[in-house]
């Protein structure tokens, strides 16, 4: 039991506050909610390692945030007893002191007490201390005896770890456990014992892993080890008899892919980028907002994470690192294009935690085999791994469709050793103004991709006069790698891999994961204001609005997305429809006319192309809202029937190009749960007879509803022009390749013709991804000769598709493909 007398009471607190003179914590979790904590039940704190220092420390932020204190009784009331703390582990040896376990008196007493009072129930809360976030391995002999890491080192190393890192100090509080259960659990004090033992290292090893990462070798090390594996001394093999050289010429080749893919991890790095990168977010953007980051938290103790964000920006790779490392997480290791592996640049983002990798594999099967040794090498030994699904950076503000090179590699490392879970998370990031928006304008106008600069750093430091707003990080809802194998290859257990066969369900099975990770990025998408005024103004005749029109819309959106919110992972802005336009005028994006009848806000021509971007990253979020506007404004009367069947013909298309969650068969639910969200609106009527109608025309709802259609009009345009174009070459008479051709012709004259000047209506993937979506659900197939061969099914999905557009794009589109027009001529009842 720990008795302290008066002297080593006083002698202790004077050193506590002389050691926070020096010391600045970050903690995580120090409130009686966040860990359970009932307040008719004594608290007792378990440190992992025997350290007045720690001690001091746990004391410190326990009377900051007004919890039960380690250094007073664990029985408060009886005021006598053993202190409300005890040390997993002590040490041994004289100048290197190494850990062992032991055998706590306290805990033997608390055992005992609980077996003697069946009521009594003592909470156990675990705290870790790390001083510096150091890792366990370090290049230089001089860190390693300076640098804490709860295995080696005496008094004079805990010293000058307090001094060099003491600053850098972070303490977790967890959740309280329950001595009572695991006593009722067990048959005697002895075996409780030891499982309250096992739990407890258990727990702080997952935890010491999820904050700092598992242990690190040197990079030669890591290469070497990879070259020699079973597998890769195979595939040198095979490269040495195909290119006729000889095995160490092989293996040299093999060893230079190596080192150029390998990152080479450094936490002083680490460190200095924390440092740097603080200040740049609070410089170039209003702070940083982080959301649905404790789910992650509570992952990283058991599993292996692969973050999955989308790609907008090439601080994206900056920006998740450092929010993963500001909230007590280990940075990733990041698969980085060869592009930026430039000189000084690519140093640092390789001791950041970069792994370069080319853009095809093709042709080199020796490459493929050493990157995927190396993946295999960080997923199988537990570190977080972050990939770009998406392959490049997105242009249009869309998430891009999903490349499953990346995908595929990881489940084949999953299939070669699936001892520790693993989960993908989806991330979205979202910026109110983006560094390179102006840059992916131009390529979407037709201008060359620029190649990747050291000297764009002095470009991003150039923009920091101007005003960028806030960036926006969600984590979406994870994504287990075993339970999805469960349900789309539930063989997956007995399929062997070990020869590098590839079973028949991979490529269907990686192709359904990488949908739902993008779905699951879009999902975790946050509405920011930037993303509704965009919404608003270039659905707008002219981009242009009074306050009063542009505020009233603004709301609207944000009561229906409250209606009707699209996933429990989305987050949206808080201000209301007036804080938004001010909010953005700030940003000095919109133009303001006053008179005297108030003020209009606009966008003008060049801006409004600019906007595009940021409506396009919440668009899916509109798509069902729009879907059915576009109904109402084109037909005077619909029953519910009617609505069911054009959406649902529509929807496949418009999933596969939004990513939208929602299955085939569960998304009519969803168009009636907008349905009701629109009627609450008063944007929709229903008449008694069980029939829905659009407003008046003159009402200030009708106005929303036709501004609300115009959002996914440009898509279900797009989705005519490639149907109308089929039809009018006919059938077995036109290739692929020159559909796609023909239609971003089309689209470019209809956007002359129109106005419409959203650069990527005319983007060639989108054709390409819809024609692809028309195969998959078979209505055209391509024949023997390449041509494309189609029957009514396409009439019929030019019938819906034609009900939801205007009159006078239905005629721009049916006179350029001299397509005969359906017998709906004008907007009525269907």
């Not at 039960?68 to 002590?90: C, M, N, V, W």
């Not at 990168?277 to 609070?282: A, C, I, M």
């Not at 792994?355 to 977080?384: D, I």
């Not at 066969?501 to 099975?509: G, N, V, Y």
Request: hydrophobic share 40%; proline share 4%.
């Amino acid at each position: 039991m720990h008795k302290p007398n008066s002297l080593k009471r006083f002698l202790f607190h004077s050193l506590r506050k002389l050691l926070f003179t020096w010391v600045r914590t970050t903690v995580k979790n120090n409130d009686a909610e966040s860990l359970g904590l009932q307040s008719d039940k004594p608290v007792c704190y378990v440190l992992r390692n025997r350290s007045y220092s720690d001690l001091m420390v746990v004391e410190q932020e326990c009377r900051r945030a007004g919890l039960p204190r380690p250094y007073a009784f664990i029985h408060q009331d009886k005021k006598e007893g053993s202190q409300a703390f005890f040390y997993l582990t002590h040490q041994r040896g004289v100048i290197l002191q190494r850990e062992h376990p032991g055998t706590t008196t306290t805990l033997k007493h608390l055992i005992q007490e609980s077996e003697e009072n069946p009521e009594l129930d003592v909470q156990l809360v675990p705290v870790s201390i790390f001083w510096g976030r150091t890792p366990e391995k370090e290049q230089s002999a001089l860190k390693l005896l300076f640098d804490w890491n709860f295995s080696l080192g005496g008094r004079f190393s805990k010293f000058m770890a307090i001094l060099l890192h003491g600053r850098q100090t972070m303490v977790h509080f967890n959740p309280a456990m329950s001595l009572r259960e695991m006593v009722d659990e067990s048959q005697d004090s002895s075996r409780t014992l030891r499982k309250v033992g096992r739990v407890l290292r258990v727990h702080f090893r997952q935890l010491r892993e999820s904050v700092i990462g598992p242990d690190q070798s040197h990079r030669r090390i890591l290469v070497n080890g990879l070259i020699h594996t079973p597998q890769m001394r195979k595939a040198i093999e095979a490269e040495a008899s195909a290119r006729e050289i000889t095995l160490v010429e092989a293996e040299q080749k093999a060893r230079k892919y190596a080192n150029e893919i390998a990152s080479d991890y450094s936490y002083p790095v680490v460190r200095f980028m924390d440092i740097l990168l603080t200040w740049f977010w609070n410089k170039l953007y209003n702070g940083v907002s982080i959301n649905n980051i404790d789910q992650v938290k509570e992952l990283s103790q058991k599993n292996s994470i692969i973050y999955v964000p989308c790609h907008r920006s090439h601080i994206d790779y900056l920006l998740l690192s450092y929010v993963l490392y500001y909230e007590g997480l280990t940075p990733p290791h990041i698969a980085a294009g060869i592009n930026l592996n430039m000189p000084v640049v690519g140093s640092i983002l390789r001791k950041g935690g970069a792994f370069f990798m080319r853009r095809t594999f093709r042709g080199n099967p020796l490459y493929s085999a050493v990157f995927h040794e190396y993946l295999y090498s960080l997923s199988s030994r537990g570190f977080p791994i972050e990939y770009f699904v998406e392959g490049g950076r997105s242009r249009t503000g869309r998430t891009l469709n999903p490349k499953a090179g990346m995908i595929s590699l990881s489940l084949r490392s999953f299939l070669r050793n699936n001892r520790k879970p693993v989960v993908f998370v989806p991330v979205y990031i979202g910026y109110e103004k983006l560094l390179e928006v102006n840059t992916y304008m131009s390529e979407l106008r037709g201008k060359s991709k620029k190649k990747e600069s050291p000297l764009d750093i002095f470009k991003t430091f150039s923009a920091l006069k101007d005003e960028f707003g806030k960036a926006w990080i969600n984590f979406g809802d994870p994504i287990n790698m075993g339970d999805f194998l469960d349900q789309q290859a539930p063989q997956w257990r007995d399929t062997d891999i070990s020869d590098g066969h590839k079973p028949d369900w991979l490529k269907k099975t990686t192709s359904n994961l990488a949908f739902g990770i993008a779905s699951g990025i879009n999902s975790a998408a946050v509405i920011n204001p930037v993303n509704l005024v965009s919404m608003a103004l270039l659905s707008a005749p002219r981009h242009a609005l009074g306050e009063h029109e542009l505020v009233l819309l603004l709301d609207t959106y944000r009561s229906l997305l409250a209606r009707a919110p699209y996933s429990d992972s989305t987050v949206m802005t808080d201000l209301d429809g007036y804080g938004m336009v001010k909010y953005v005028e700030n940003l000095d994006v919109l133009h303001k006319t006053s008179d005297s009848l108030g003020d209009v806000y606009s966008l003008d021509e060049k801006t409004a192309i600019v906007m595009t971007y940021y409506r396009n990253n919440v668009l899916h979020m509109f798509a069902v809202p729009s879907l059915l506007s576009c109904l109402f404004v084109n037909n005077s009367k619909l029953s519910q029937r009617d609505i069911y069947r054009v959406c649902s013909i529509l929807y496949p298309y418009l999933k596969s190009e939004l990513f939208l969650k929602w299955s085939n068969h569960g998304f009519i639910k969803v168009v009636k749960q907008w349905l009701n969200a629109m009627v609450e609106e008063g944007l929709v009527i229903k008449t008694e007879d069980g029939y829905y109608q659009p407003p008046e025309h003159s009402s200030s709802q009708y106005v929303v509803l036709t501004v609300l259609s115009r959002a996914i009009s440009q898509t279900l345009e797009r989705f005519y022009t490639v149907i109308s174009l089929l039809i009018s070459n006919g059938s077995g008479f036109i290739e692929q390749e020159t559909l796609e051709k023909q239609s971003r012709d089309l689209a470019q004259r209809l956007s002359i013709i129109h106005g419409l000047n959203a650069p990527e209506f005319f983007d060639k993937n989108l054709f390409k991804g819809f024609i692809e979506q028309l195969r998959q659900n078979d209505i055209i197939d391509i024949s023997l000769t390449n041509k494309l061969n189609f029957g009514e099914e396409v009439k019929m999905v030019a019938d819906e598709a034609f009900k939801v557009l205007t009159s006078e794009v239905r005629h721009s589109i049916l006179q350029a493909t001299h397509s005969q027009p359906t017998p709906i001529e004008e907007p009525q009842s269907i």
